[in-house]
Structures are given as structure tokens and as C-alpha cells.
């Protein structure tokens, strides 16, 4: 019997039941909807591959959130909360039917670069879109699923409140209410039980997710992401949050440099001292891999060759900023160096202080054109790249197709029209056909990933058997075959593009945006590791990179003082955020952001400069403490 002024345990147990009885459609259809989503977009995979599985803990995750979403409409009140839950069916309904759309058209969910596109896409585009993928085709994939769970749910809406009438129609029993409290009160005991196996597994997704939602910075967003306790954005409706998210980091970003390229770009002069620039950017080499620094596998036979004949100068001492694309990037595009007061935006990008010179900039990249799959360290490190108005004042050229293999980078750079240099005066026969420089940044796809898919068979020289390491697993050592044959084909390219320019008047400079970890020290690892400690180890395999300069035989007799000058600072420590200023220096360009103390091969060089890596260790020490 219940006492005056106490509440029965039994109906304090039962009220833990109540968010789910008062919401007791909204809570079974949203967690099938969750459910269906995860399993649908993995039944692709899971018909190819026995072993993959969703996220494991999507069941416990997925009634945690539902039943706090209950939680929650249940302390609304009645009327509010039925137009409340329409919304909500509204926005679940049509963020899990986009999602699956864009996975069966695009074999990828959600992502920041889709919404960027939808973003840049013209009514006229998005109806074009429409109406050739919206048609009832679409019924018998995956979607289809989607639209049978909302037929099902509207069906019982309707027989629900067919019901209802019937049961007000009949004379029913009086309900015992002792017996419907106990009924209650067992039901809560089972909402508690699930409400704490939820909360124990689930409680450090929501912490990562916490985490990746308080990043300030978009690169936060992609390091966050590389962690290994990343959080798992496991359904539709986060994943468009995310998205959101993301963008909204990248146009602050955006419209920061657009005001640095706006205001802060002054050019006073330009010689053209070297008419013919070209920037090679290559992806996750590791410098001990690299035969050309006395690995024992001929892993670039070329580069070798040219050194040998005093066309390439390869530097000894040159460190990455990040194991990040995308800060690298950001980093050695911008005359912003780490170290300098606010952030890499604040500063212009060296392409358009070359375009307001007079070059004419190109940009062919295998890596960073906006596509419905591309991830997020890809969206992060070339969003800023993908901006139409921006790029319009980066570039003159650009490509507009990726390759599977990066001589189809050579395809676009034989196709771009030869520009011939002239006097100002002659550039009256056709303007448009003449310019006296031409800065031109080619960006590879090199070793990324998935090494056995980055060369074509016709490069497969090395083998498991060529390897005598007994620590290594078979696996591992086919893993090392395919990094040592993807490093060779690069190396196929690399000369090729300096093929190219040896007619002109020209200087190659190769590097690559970062390095990777392959095998070399325990433990035995492929890929990055993205400890917060940096320590000699991790730097000696994710942050030293191979740099060369190689120049064409004109550019040697044009300019033999500067030549000797590169020749003399192949030594020299370099963290290639100074890059530019190199740049802006064979470009013979006069600004004010040009800093002589960054210019590697400047007499005013700073060799003393600390290279700090991911903007916490400086790298000089490291490397000094290792030495001692």
C-alpha cells in the first residue's frame, strides 16, 4: 500500500518505461531505421567480404540515442510533441534516404565534399541530377528498403487510430493497476539494465564525438578523425552533421584567405629570372625507401642517374611540417611559416602572388578534385582548392579528371598549350597565347594508401622473395613489395616530367608532402601513426622526406651563380613550410612577403631556425639528441 507522502518504488522503476510507451512508434521505427541504414550500406561489402560487420555497437548505441530523443518528447507536451515527431520522421526519413541514395550512386555515404558540391551546384545542374538518377529504377536498390519501412510506418499510423476508435467502441475490462504498475515496473528494470550496458560501451564514441564536434580548425577535424578511437558516425543523420560542420570550419577558413589574397598581396617587381617553375608534390614517401639515400632496393634507378650527371641535386636534411596531407598543404602553399603569429589563412598563397607577377599558374592534381567518395582528410587538405572563386585567383589551368595511374598526369601536361616568351611588345600579336613565366604544380597520387593499386603490373619488380626480413609476416612483406614497386613507378614519372621540360629554361623541384611508416622499426607498421609524442622514431619515418632540384641543361648555362647556390645548400636543414619563399626567389619576384631568412639557398638563410613539427616538437633536437 502506497504511504502518504512517498512515491512506490514500483512506479518510480515504471517511469523509466514511460519514454518509451509514450513514443512507442517513434522509438521501434527509428531504431529499425538506424539498424536498416547500417546494414545496407554494408551489404555490399558483406556480399564480397564474409567478415565485414557494421559498427559493433550500433545496437546498444542506436537505443541510447532513441530513447533520449523520447526522453526528451516526452517532456513536451502532447500537441507540441506530435508536430515535434513529424518533423523529426521528416528530416530521419529524408537524411536516411539521401544517404543511401548518394551510397548506391556514389558507393559512399554522406561526406563533406558532397555537400560542398551540392552547395556549388546550379539549379540547372541539380535538375539535370534529378532527372536522370530520380526515376523509379531507384525502387529496386537499396533505397527501395527505405521507402517500404515509411510505407509500413504510415500503415500503422493509420491502423493504430483505426484501432483506437474500435477499443472506444467496445466495453472493455477495468484494468488491474496493481498489476499494470508491476507490468511497469519490470519493463523499467529492463530499460535500466539496457540504459547501462549502453552508457558503459558507447560512453567513449560519445566522448569522441564530443571531440570532434569542439574542433576549432578543420585540421583538427582530420587528425581527430586519424586517431584510432575516431568517432564512429554511424548514422545518416550524423554524418550530415558532420558535413555541415565541417563546411561551416572551412568557409571561415575560406573567406580568411580571400581577405589575406585581397588585401596583403603587393608586388613591386618581377624579372622572371627562371621562366619555367615546376613544383612536384608527391604523396607518403618514405626518404628511406629511396634509393637515391642509399636504400639497398633500386627503387629509383632514374633519379640516381641524373644526380650522377649533376642535373639533380638531391638535399640531405628536409623535414615535413605534418604527417598530414592537409596541413602540409596549407602549410607550403602559404607565406605563412609555422612559428609566425595567427594561422596559416592569415597569409596569401604563393600561386596568386604568382599570378598578380605575371606567371601563368597551372595546377594538375591526382588527389584534390572535389568527388562524392573523397574522405575527409582529402575534403580538409583541398577544400581551399576546390573553391571555385578561390581557385579562379590561384590558377590559370587546372585539370578536371583523376587517373588511376599518375601518367595521366603527363597525358594533361603534354595536352596544356606551349606558351612562347616574348617581349612585351610582341605579346600584342595574340595576348592571350604569350607569357613570360610559366609556375606549374603538379600533384601526384605517389604512394597513398593503398599501395598495390598506386603502379600497373608492368612495374612489379620486387617480390616477397627479394626480402630477407624474418621479422616480418608474409603479409607484411608483400605489403613492402607493393611500397617498393609504387616507389619505382614514381620514379618512372619523376623523370618523365623532367623529360618534359629539358628544352626549356626550367627548374623541377620534387618533394613529397609527408613520409610513412613501412616496416622499418618496431613495431612493425604500415601507414601513420598519429601519437600526440613525437619522438626521433616516428620523425626519422613520417616527417623526413626526400627534396631535390633538378635543372635543365639551359637553366644551368643561364644561370650558373644560381646553380652553384642550390648546389651549396643541399645540406642545409629545411622544413619545407619555407618553401615559397624559394619559389618567389627563382621567380625573381619583388614583395614585400618574400623573407630571404626563409629562402633555403639564400647567403641570409636562418639554419638555426627550430623546425617544429606538428606544432609541438622541435625537430633540430630530436635529430641532435639521436645523433648523440
Not at 627503387?299 to 649533376?310: H, W, Y
Not at 606538428?614 to 633540430?620: F, I, L, R, V, W
Request: contains cysteine; hydrophobic residues 40%; charged residues 20%.
Amino acid at each position: 500500500m502506497k504511504r502518504h507522502g512517498t512515491i512506490n518504488p514500483l512506479k518510480w522503476l515504471g517511469w523509466l518505461w514511460t519514454p518509451i510507451e509514450k513514443n512507442g512508434a517513434f522509438f521501434v521505427f527509428m531504431f529499425a531505421l538506424g539498424w536498416l541504414c547500417t546494414w545496407l550500406e554494408l551489404m555490399p561489402y558483406y556480399l564480397r567480404e564474409r567478415g565485414a560487420k557494421p559498427y559493433e555497437l550500433t545496437l546498444p548505441e542506436l537505443f541510447l540515442d532513441i530513447y533520449i530523443l523520447s526522453v526528451i518528447l516526452t517532456l513536451i507536451p502532447r500537441k507540441i510533441r506530435l508536430w515535434l515527431k513529424a518533423l523529426l520522421y521528416v528530416i530521419l526519413y529524408g537524411v536516411a534516404i539521401v544517404d543511401v541514395f548518394c551510397y548506391v550512386r556514389f558507393e559512399s555515404t554522406l561526406t563533406p565534399t558532397m555537400l560542398m558540391l551540392v552547395s556549388e551546384t546550379s539549379s540547372q545542374e541539380a535538375l539535370e541530377f534529378f532527372s536522370g538518377y530520380l526515376n523509379w529504377a531507384v525502387l529496386t536498390t537499396n533505397v527501395g528498403w527505405i521507402l517500404l519501412l515509411m510505407l509500413i510506418h504510415i500503415f500503422w499510423t493509420f491502423m493504430r487510430r483505426w484501432l483506437n476508435e474500435i477499443c472506444l467502441q467496445m466495453i472493455l475490462p477495468k484494468k488491474n493497476e496493481s498489476f499494470v504498475m508491476g507490468l511497469q515496473a519490470v519493463l523499467g528494470c529492463v530499460v535500466a539494465w539496457c540504459l547501462y550496458s549502453s552508457i558503459s560501451q558507447t560512453w567513449d564514441n560519445k566522448v569522441a564525438m564530443r571531440r570532434l564536434f569542439s574542433c576549432e580548425v578543420l585540421g583538427d577535424v582530420e587528425r581527430e578523425q586519424n586517431r584510432k578511437d575516431h568517432a564512429k558516425l554511424y548514422l545518416p543523420v550524423y554524418r550530415l552533421a558532420f558535413g555541415i560542420y565541417a563546411n561551416s570550419l572551412a568557409d571561415q577558413q575560406l573567406e580568411q584567405l580571400k581577405i589575406a589574397g585581397g588585401e596583403k598581396i603587393q608586388v613591386d617587381s618581377c624579372s622572371f629570372c627562371v621562366p619555367d617553375i615546376v613544383l612536384v608534390i608527391g604523396e607518403s614517401y618514405n626518404k628511406h625507401h629511396s634509393q637515391l639515400y642509399g636504400y639497398d632496393k633500386p627503387t629509383a634507378p632514374r633519379q640516381v642517374a641524373m644526380a650522377e650527371e649533376g642535373s639533380l641535386v638531391p638535399f640531405s636534411d628536409v623535414v615535413s611540417s605534418w604527417n598530414l596531407t592537409s596541413f602540409v598543404f596549407k602549410h607550403m602553399l602559404s607565406l605563412w611559416a609555422v612559428g609566425d603569429s595567427g594561422a596559416w589563412c592569415d597569409k596569401p598563397l604563393f600561386p596568386e602572388v604568382f599570378r598578380r607577377a605575371g606567371y601563368h599558374v597551372t595546377f594538375i592534381t591526382n588527389q584534390f578534385l572535389p568527388n562524392a567518395k573523397e574522405a575527409v582528410y582529402d575534403f580538409s587538405g583541398g577544400f581551399f582548392l576546390s573553391d571555385s572563386a578561390l581557385s579562379r585567383r590561384l590558377f590559370d589551368e587546372r585539370n578536371t579528371m583523376l587517373y588511376r595511374y599518375d601518367d595521366g598526369l603527363l597525358k594533361e601536361l603534354q595536352h596544356r598549350r606551349d606558351g612562347s616568351f616574348v617581349t612585351s611588345a610582341d605579346v600584342t600579336k595574340e595576348p592571350s597565347l604569350y607569357y613570360k613565366g610559366r609556375l606549374t604544380i603538379l600533384h601526384l597520387m605517389g604512394s597513398h594508401v593503398d599501395y598495390s593499386a598506386r603502379y600497373p603490373q608492368t612495374f612489379r619488380k620486387f617480390t616477397v622473395q627479394q626480402y630477407d626480413r624474418p621479422e616480418l609476416t608474409p603479409k607484411q612483406l608483400q605489403t613492402l613489395a607493393h611500397y617498393d614497386n609504387s616507389l619505382l613507378y614514381n620514379d618512372s614519372i619523376l623523370k618523365a616530367i623532367t623529360r618534359h621540360f629539358a628544352d626549356r629554361d626550367a627548374v623541377v623541384i620534387y618533394m613529397p608532402d609527408h613520409g610513412e611508416e613501412i616496416f622499418d622499426d618496431q613495431p612493425y607498421t604500415s601507414g601513420r601513426l598519429h601519437n600526440e609524442d613525437i619522438d626521433y622514431r616516428l620523425a626519422r619515418n613520417e616527417m623526413e622526406i626526400p627534396f631535390w632540384i633538378w635543372g635543365s641543361p639551359l637553366y644551368r648555362e643561364n644561370h650558373p651563380y644560381d646553380w652553384l647556390e642550390i648546389q651549396a645548400a643541399k645540406d642545409r636543414p629545411l622544413m619545407i613550410d619555407a618553401l615559397p619563399h624559394l619559389l618567389l626567389y627563382l621567380g625573381g619576384i619583388s614583395t614585400p612577403l618574400y623573407r630571404p631568412e626563409l629562402n633555403v639557398i639564400s647567403p641570409d638563410y636562418d639554419t638555426n631556425r627550430p623546425r617544429i613539427l606538428k606544432g609541438t616538437t622541435d625537430y633540430n633536437r630530436l635529430n641532435s639528441n639521436h645523433k648523440e
